[in-house]
Structure formats: structure tokens, C-alpha cells
Nanobody
Framework: VQLQASGGGLVQAGGSLRLSCTASGSNIRINEMGWYRQGPGDQRKLVASITSDGATDYSDPVKGRFTISRDNVKKTVYLQMDSLKPEDTAVYYC?????????????????WGKGTQVTVSS
């Protein structure tokens, strides 16, 4: 499973950004998808996750401001970030729980995309 993320950038406080992350590969099955972030000097932390049937979970700092969604046909997960704050500045990473189907066998695991920088100026 390969992941390609995009959508980061520089935005003023109160602005919005939308991140996208697309999974690709042969005969892949995608389960839960999520976004993590790592600020300067911080550990990587979960921002939001979404299951294959659409159930979502958010970390407290982003509840009510961020929305995670997915397109199962496109194998893409999105993170709509509104009302951005300077403390949202971080490198954002997508993570996918997925793998390859070979006959009756499934070879899965956690996969990380390359990070995309989000910078929110005050």
C-alpha cells in the first residue's frame, strides 16, 4: 500500500485547509484511515480517524473544527480543517490500516504517508 498526501500549506489563523491522502496498490483492502500530526518537539498524535463504514473519532483539540471523511471508491481520506489556530501548526501524516489480498489470504498492517506541513500564522 502506497500513500500520497497533499494539501498542506501556510494559512492565517481562522482560515481553512483541506488535506487529502490516496492509497494505491494492487488488490488492496483499506480498513481504518486516519490523520496524525507532529508539532515541533512533540510526539506524533492522532488527530482524527474514520472506519470503513464511516464512524469517526476526533482528538479533543480539533473537535468541532476539523472534519474527516473518505471516499472508498477513490481510496482517499480527507481532513477538512476550519477555524485553524497557530497551535495546529504541525506536520500532518495520514495513516491507513490496510493491505494486500492474495487469494484467501490478507497481508495487512499500518501504513504511513509522507508528512505534509501545515503552518498557521497568527
Amino acid at each position: 500500500v502506497q500513500l500520497q498526501a497533499s494539501g498542506g500549506g501556510l494559512v492565517q489563523a481562522g482560515g481553512s485547509l483541506r488535506l487529502s491522502c490516496t492509497a494505491s496498490g494492487s488488490n488492496i483492502r483499506i480498513n481504518e484511515m486516519g490523520w496524525y500530526r507532529q508539532g515541533p518537539g512533540d510526539q506524533r498524535k492522532l488527530v482524527a480517524s474514520i472506519t470503513s463504514d464511516g464512524a469517526t473519532d476526533y482528538s479533543d483539540p480539533v473537535k468541532g473544527r476539523f472534519t474527516i471523511s473518505r471516499d472508498n471508491v477513490k481510496k482517499t481520506v480527507y481532513l477538512q480543517m476550519d477555524s485553524l489556530k497557530p497551535e495546529d501548526t504541525a506536520v500532518y501524516y495520514c495513516q491507513v490500516d490496510g493491505g494486500t489480498v492474495v487469494g484467501d489470504a490478507y497481508y495487512g498492517g499500518k501504513h504511513w504517508g509522507k508528512g505534509t506541513q501545515v503552518t498557521v500564522s497568527s
